[in-house]
């Protein structure tokens, strides 16, 4: 069994950041790709960022490219993503997923590990 749990998150002004850390721990060697997902109030929940298992090939969502980061340390068995230039539209419960094959997917059904999620609300 892999438990993924998330943390970092919390109140923040518009226009500023922070990373959000989700720590792996369990059966690790069944975790291979990760990623972030989000679930803003009333929506669906939506693909932020994506890590492969090496680190080389990170997937990120257009609405915060340039602005969130994806990141992981395998030997701390932890993954990260650093949230900058915070719009109100980024209020969200973040998730972190793990996945077993090596590159990370869009599409939730395909990760069988989440974590319970940590809240960021970003304030004007």
């Known amino acids: 069994q892999v438990t993924l749990v998330e943390s970092g998150g919390g109140l923040v002004q518009a226009g500023g950041s922070l990373r959000l850390s989700c720590a792996v721990s369990g059966r690790t060697e069944y975790v291979a790709a990760m990623a972030w997902f989000r679930q803003s109030a009333g929506k669906e929940r939506e693909f932020v960022s994506g890590i492969s298992y090496n680190g080389g090939y990170t997937d990120v969502a257009e609405s915060v490219k340039g602005r969130f980061f994806v990141s992981r340390n395998n030997a701390k068995n932890e993954a990260y993503l650093g949230v900058g230039i915070l719009k109100q539209e980024d209020t969200a419960v973040y998730y972190c997923?793990?996945?077993?094959?090596?590159?990370?997917?869009?599409?939730?059904?395909?990760?069988?590990?989440w974590g319970q999620g940590t809240r960021l609300r970003v304030s004007s």
């Open positions: 997923a793990a996945l077993g094959r090596h590159d990370p997917s869009r599409s939730e059904q395909n990760y069988t590990t």
